[in-house]
């Protein structure tokens, strides 16, 4: 119920409202919400407080809009801020929150010279390859393209890619760290992005690119393309 005696702003007190109704499966994953006018008259309250809710819900990732359409439920738990630490696997367990990793894909190849000059390296080298799909409560979180260079590539052996790629920089290979280049961009998933992620094409994806280098060394070792659903992104900054 709204108490407008409450402190609490009423669109706040109206988002608690709508999360109870989809946690609870009243209002099921994938069905359309009521209108800005029935919410409007069920709370008694006016059309900006209701959109103000809306909007607060969609960028927690509990709903979707779909233009022209109307509203629809996107999960029944909460989607997840990724805060400016080194790892996401850290972060989150911080916060009691078991991430898991499933690994699509590990091997060796030679880069050809569009995806070198992608890593920036200066020329073509043996690289190891390891794609890992990230989830939380087994809803998919994020895809984690990611490339180590030669020299980090000839012993694998005690690499547990199922763990966080961040620690084992830091703590197994102990690398040095000079610098960090990063940049993000927006745009529409491909078939593969929407399959593993869970997603329609109505929702974009974040791409999160990620270069670290060592002391004394001008190439990256490490390239990392990290893709995220745009509604899971609502703080600064994505981590690996």
């Not at 629809?72 to 630490?85: H, I, N």
């Not at 690994?103 to 390891?130: A, H, S």
């Not at 690119?209 to 509604?231: A, D, G, H, T």
């Amino acid at each position: 119920m709204i108490d407008r005696y409450n402190k609490t702003p009423l669109y706040i007190q109206v988002k608690e409202e709508i999360t109870k109704a989809i946690i609870s499966g009243r209002w099921e994953v994938n069905s359309r919400i009521p209108t800005e006018r029935e919410l409007m008259e069920n709370y008694e309250v006016g059309r900006a407080t209701i959109r103000q809710a809306i909007d607060l819900l969609v960028s927690q990732g509990y709903l979707y809009k779909k233009q022209g359409i109307g509203t629809f439920v996107l999960r029944d738990k909460p989607s997840l801020g990724f805060e400016p630490l080194i790892s996401l696997t850290f972060t989150l367990r911080t916060k009691g929150i078991k991430i898991s990793n499933k690994i699509l894909d590990e091997n060796f190849f030679i880069p050809g010279e569009e995806l070198t000059n992608k890593m920036r390296w200066k020329m073509n080298q043996k690289c190891l390859y390891v794609k890992r799909l990230r989830t939380v409560e087994e809803i998919p979180v994020a895809i984690e393209n990611s490339y180590f260079s030669q020299q980090f590539s000839n012993d694998n052996s005690k690499f547990d890619f199922k763990k966080s790629l961040a620690s084992m920089i830091i703590n197994d290979l102990k690398v040095d760290i000079s610098k960090v280049d990063q940049t993000i961009t927006i745009r529409i998933p491909n078939s593969e992005e929407k399959s593993l992620l869970e997603i329609d094409e109505t929702t974009r994806v974040l791409v999160m690119e990620r270069w670290i280098y060592e002391e004394n060394n001008e190439e990256p070792f490490y390239y990392l393309n990290f893709i995220v659903p745009e509604n899971l992104y609502y703080v600064p900054m994505i981590n690996y």
